[in-house]
Protein backbone atom coordinates (compact mmCIF):
# COMPACT_ATOMS: atom_id res chain seq x y z
CA UNK A 1 0.00 0.00 0.00
CA UNK A 2 1.01 3.40 -0.82
CA UNK A 3 1.83 5.73 2.31
CA UNK A 4 0.15 9.01 2.66
CA UNK A 5 0.89 12.40 4.95
CA UNK A 6 -2.52 15.30 4.62
CA UNK A 7 -1.54 18.83 5.67
CA UNK A 8 -4.31 21.68 6.21
CA UNK A 9 -4.54 24.12 9.10
CA UNK A 10 -8.87 23.43 8.63
CA UNK A 11 -9.08 20.62 10.85
CA UNK A 12 -12.86 19.58 9.08
CA UNK A 13 -12.13 20.35 5.81
CA UNK A 14 -8.73 18.08 6.04
CA UNK A 15 -11.23 15.14 8.05
CA UNK A 16 -13.68 15.37 5.13
CA UNK A 17 -10.86 14.72 2.24
CA UNK A 18 -8.83 11.91 4.37
CA UNK A 19 -12.11 9.79 4.55
CA UNK A 20 -12.42 9.47 1.17
CA UNK A 21 -13.17 6.04 0.42
CA UNK A 22 -11.07 6.32 -3.08
CA UNK A 23 -8.16 6.30 -0.83
CA UNK A 24 -8.12 2.96 0.26
CA UNK A 25 -9.80 1.51 -3.12
CA UNK A 26 -7.00 2.47 -4.92
CA UNK A 27 -3.90 1.55 -2.79
CA UNK A 28 -3.57 4.50 -0.30
CA UNK A 29 -3.24 4.20 3.38
CA UNK A 30 -2.94 7.38 5.76
CA UNK A 31 -0.08 7.60 8.03
CA UNK A 32 -0.80 10.84 9.37
CA UNK A 33 -1.54 14.14 9.51
CA UNK A 34 -0.71 17.60 10.50
CA UNK A 35 -2.38 21.33 10.83
CA UNK A 36 0.46 22.93 11.46
CA UNK A 37 2.88 22.85 8.60
CA UNK A 38 5.95 23.44 10.94
CA UNK A 39 4.85 20.14 12.66
CA UNK A 40 3.99 18.37 9.56
CA UNK A 41 7.81 18.80 8.35
CA UNK A 42 9.34 16.70 11.58
CA UNK A 43 6.38 14.39 10.90
CA UNK A 44 7.15 13.77 7.45
CA UNK A 45 10.73 13.12 8.15
CA UNK A 46 10.09 10.62 10.61
CA UNK A 47 7.18 8.67 8.75
CA UNK A 48 8.63 9.40 5.47
CA UNK A 49 5.15 8.68 3.63
CA UNK A 50 5.12 7.91 -0.30
CA UNK A 51 3.06 11.00 -0.95
CA UNK A 52 2.45 14.15 0.94
CA UNK A 53 -1.10 15.82 0.03
CA UNK A 54 -1.33 19.71 1.38
CA UNK A 55 -2.59 22.77 1.23
CA UNK A 56 -1.51 25.75 -0.11
CA UNK A 57 -2.44 28.66 1.88
CA UNK A 58 -1.71 28.35 5.46
CA UNK A 59 -0.80 30.14 8.90
CA UNK A 60 2.74 30.47 8.77
CA UNK A 61 4.02 29.14 5.99
CA UNK A 62 2.53 28.05 2.61
CA UNK A 63 2.40 24.44 1.40
CA UNK A 64 5.46 25.24 -1.62
CA UNK A 65 7.24 26.74 0.98
CA UNK A 66 6.97 23.22 3.33
CA UNK A 67 7.65 21.37 0.33
CA UNK A 68 10.84 23.46 -0.48
CA UNK A 69 11.81 22.96 3.07
CA UNK A 70 11.41 19.41 2.85
CA UNK A 71 13.36 19.10 -0.36
CA UNK A 72 16.53 20.78 1.43
CA UNK A 73 16.38 17.93 3.75
CA UNK A 74 16.34 14.90 1.33
CA UNK A 75 12.73 14.03 1.63
CA UNK A 76 12.31 12.60 -1.92
CA UNK A 77 8.52 11.64 -1.62
CA UNK A 78 5.54 13.18 -3.90
CA UNK A 79 4.00 16.24 -3.44
CA UNK A 80 0.28 17.39 -4.40
CA UNK A 81 -1.81 20.31 -3.47
CA UNK A 82 -5.54 20.34 -3.20
CA UNK A 83 -5.79 24.72 -2.80
CA UNK A 84 -9.26 26.80 -3.49
CA UNK A 85 -6.56 28.70 -5.17
CA UNK A 86 -5.49 28.59 -8.42
CA UNK A 87 -1.98 31.30 -8.11
CA UNK A 88 0.37 30.92 -11.06
CA UNK A 89 3.60 32.18 -9.43
CA UNK A 90 3.41 29.52 -6.65
CA UNK A 91 2.18 26.77 -9.35
CA UNK A 92 4.66 27.04 -11.74
CA UNK A 93 7.36 27.09 -8.12
CA UNK A 94 5.63 24.34 -6.91
CA UNK A 95 6.48 22.30 -9.97
CA UNK A 96 9.43 23.49 -10.48
CA UNK A 97 10.40 21.68 -7.06
CA UNK A 98 9.04 18.46 -8.23
CA UNK A 99 5.70 18.83 -7.65
CA UNK A 100 3.30 15.68 -8.84
CA UNK A 101 -0.15 17.93 -9.34
CA UNK A 102 -1.53 20.66 -8.20
CA UNK A 103 -5.48 20.25 -8.03
CA UNK A 104 -8.22 23.04 -7.23
CA UNK A 105 -11.19 22.18 -4.50
CA UNK A 106 -13.57 20.71 -4.20
CA UNK A 107 -11.79 17.43 -6.00
CA UNK A 108 -14.56 15.01 -7.43
CA UNK A 109 -14.25 11.30 -6.67
CA UNK A 110 -13.34 10.87 -10.81
CA UNK A 111 -10.78 13.42 -10.55
CA UNK A 112 -9.14 11.98 -6.98
CA UNK A 113 -8.94 8.52 -8.89
CA UNK A 114 -7.42 9.31 -11.76
CA UNK A 115 -4.83 11.17 -10.19
CA UNK A 116 -4.09 8.46 -7.76
CA UNK A 117 -3.70 5.99 -10.51
CA UNK A 118 -1.40 8.03 -12.04
CA UNK A 119 0.41 8.83 -8.82
CA UNK A 120 0.84 4.64 -8.71
CA UNK A 121 2.17 4.50 -11.68
CA UNK A 122 5.08 7.13 -10.66
CA UNK A 123 5.61 5.70 -7.02
CA UNK A 124 6.24 1.84 -9.05
CA UNK A 125 8.20 3.43 -11.26
CA UNK A 126 10.60 4.31 -8.16
CA UNK A 127 10.54 0.47 -7.35
CA UNK A 128 11.12 -0.22 -10.20
CA UNK A 129 13.99 1.85 -11.42
CA UNK A 130 16.26 0.43 -7.90
CA UNK A 131 19.50 -1.27 -9.18
CA UNK A 132 20.37 -2.65 -5.23
CA UNK A 133 23.83 -3.82 -6.06
CA UNK A 134 25.22 -0.44 -7.58
CA UNK A 135 27.36 1.82 -5.41
CA UNK A 136 27.21 5.16 -4.83
CA UNK A 137 29.17 8.17 -3.54
CA UNK A 138 28.25 7.50 -0.04
CA UNK A 139 30.57 5.33 2.04
CA UNK A 140 27.26 5.07 4.55
CA UNK A 141 24.76 3.82 1.77
CA UNK A 142 27.20 1.45 0.06
CA UNK A 143 27.62 -0.37 3.50
CA UNK A 144 23.53 0.05 4.22
CA UNK A 145 22.75 -1.05 0.71
CA UNK A 146 25.60 -4.51 1.58
CA UNK A 147 23.63 -5.34 4.86
CA UNK A 148 20.52 -4.84 3.42
CA UNK A 149 21.38 -6.94 0.29
CA UNK A 150 22.75 -10.10 2.23
CA UNK A 151 19.65 -10.22 4.45
CA UNK A 152 16.98 -9.31 2.37
CA UNK A 153 13.84 -11.36 4.01
CA UNK A 154 14.75 -9.97 7.30
CA UNK A 155 12.38 -7.47 9.09
CA UNK A 156 14.23 -4.22 8.54
CA UNK A 157 13.08 -0.55 9.59
CA UNK A 158 14.27 2.68 9.54
CA UNK A 159 15.08 2.30 13.36
CA UNK A 160 16.61 -0.88 13.30
CA UNK A 161 19.29 -0.36 10.63
CA UNK A 162 19.69 3.04 12.55
CA UNK A 163 20.65 1.17 15.32
CA UNK A 164 22.85 -1.47 13.74
CA UNK A 165 24.67 1.75 11.71
CA UNK A 166 24.65 4.30 14.88
CA UNK A 167 22.43 6.59 12.33
CA UNK A 168 19.37 8.36 12.89
CA UNK A 169 16.58 7.22 11.09
CA UNK A 170 15.89 10.84 9.45
CA UNK A 171 19.46 10.60 8.27
CA UNK A 172 19.01 7.37 6.73
CA UNK A 173 15.87 9.11 4.85
CA UNK A 174 18.12 11.76 3.76
CA UNK A 175 20.45 9.39 2.36
CA UNK A 176 18.38 7.16 0.33
CA UNK A 177 16.30 10.07 -1.39
CA UNK A 178 19.78 11.50 -2.19
CA UNK A 179 22.06 8.82 -3.36
CA UNK A 180 19.17 6.53 -4.75
CA UNK A 181 16.37 8.74 -5.24
CA UNK A 182 13.74 6.91 -3.69
CA UNK A 183 12.28 5.78 0.05
CA UNK A 184 13.97 3.48 2.12
CA UNK A 185 10.54 1.93 1.69
CA UNK A 186 10.58 1.64 -2.03
CA UNK A 187 14.03 0.19 -1.41
CA UNK A 188 13.29 -2.42 0.99
CA UNK A 189 10.18 -3.63 -1.49
CA UNK A 190 12.19 -3.73 -4.20
CA UNK A 191 14.74 -6.30 -2.24
CA UNK A 192 12.01 -8.27 -1.15
CA UNK A 193 10.67 -8.83 -4.31
CA UNK A 194 13.83 -10.10 -6.03
CA UNK A 195 13.74 -12.33 -3.00
CA UNK A 196 11.00 -13.85 -3.60
CA UNK A 197 11.48 -14.23 -7.25
CA UNK A 198 14.56 -15.85 -6.67
CA UNK A 199 12.55 -18.44 -4.25
CA UNK A 200 10.02 -18.77 -6.64
CA UNK A 201 12.50 -19.63 -9.59
CA UNK A 202 14.99 -21.95 -7.44
CA UNK A 203 12.56 -23.55 -4.39
CA UNK A 204 9.43 -25.25 -4.24
CA UNK A 205 8.00 -23.76 -1.90
CA UNK A 206 4.75 -22.77 -2.02
CA UNK A 207 3.95 -19.32 -2.59
CA UNK A 208 2.00 -18.87 0.37
CA UNK A 209 5.68 -20.28 1.71
CA UNK A 210 7.47 -17.51 -0.21
CA UNK A 211 4.83 -14.55 0.77
CA UNK A 212 5.17 -15.19 4.26
CA UNK A 213 9.06 -15.98 4.56
CA UNK A 214 9.49 -12.17 2.73
CA UNK A 215 7.29 -10.66 5.37
CA UNK A 216 4.15 -10.62 3.19
CA UNK A 217 1.77 -12.37 5.99
CA UNK A 218 -1.15 -11.46 3.51
CA UNK A 219 -0.90 -13.62 0.52
CA UNK A 220 -3.23 -11.18 -2.02
CA UNK A 221 -1.34 -7.87 -0.88
CA UNK A 222 1.73 -10.29 -1.10
CA UNK A 223 1.00 -10.93 -5.08
CA UNK A 224 -0.47 -7.65 -5.90
CA UNK A 225 3.16 -5.89 -4.87
CA UNK A 226 4.72 -8.89 -6.63
CA UNK A 227 2.90 -8.18 -10.02
CA UNK A 228 3.53 -4.34 -9.77
CA UNK A 229 7.11 -4.79 -9.62
CA UNK A 230 7.78 -8.02 -12.09
CA UNK A 231 4.69 -7.19 -14.32
CA UNK A 232 3.87 -10.96 -13.62
CA UNK A 233 1.89 -12.71 -11.13
CA UNK A 234 4.03 -14.96 -8.66
CA UNK A 235 2.28 -18.24 -10.28
CA UNK A 236 3.08 -17.18 -13.99
CA UNK A 237 6.49 -15.85 -13.21
CA UNK A 238 7.23 -19.38 -11.90
CA UNK A 239 5.89 -21.07 -15.08
CA UNK A 240 7.93 -19.49 -17.34
CA UNK A 241 11.23 -19.05 -15.34
CA UNK A 242 11.83 -22.60 -14.58
Known sequence: ?????????????????????????????????????????????????????????????????????????????????????????????????????????????????????????????????????????SPEVNKIIEYLNKNKIAKHTLESVGAKFNLKPNHICKLFSRHLHMTFVSYITRIKMEEAANLLKNTEKTIKEVATLCGYPDYFYFCRVFKEVHNSTPSLYRETAT
Open 1 to 137: MNRMFFVDDEPLVLKGFMSSPVFLECGYVNEGYATDPNEAIGMIRDYEPDVVFTDLKMPGMNGVDMMQRLRRTGYGGEFIIISAFGEFEESRRFFKLGGFDYLIKPVTDRELRILLRSLSEKLRSHIKNIKPLDDTA
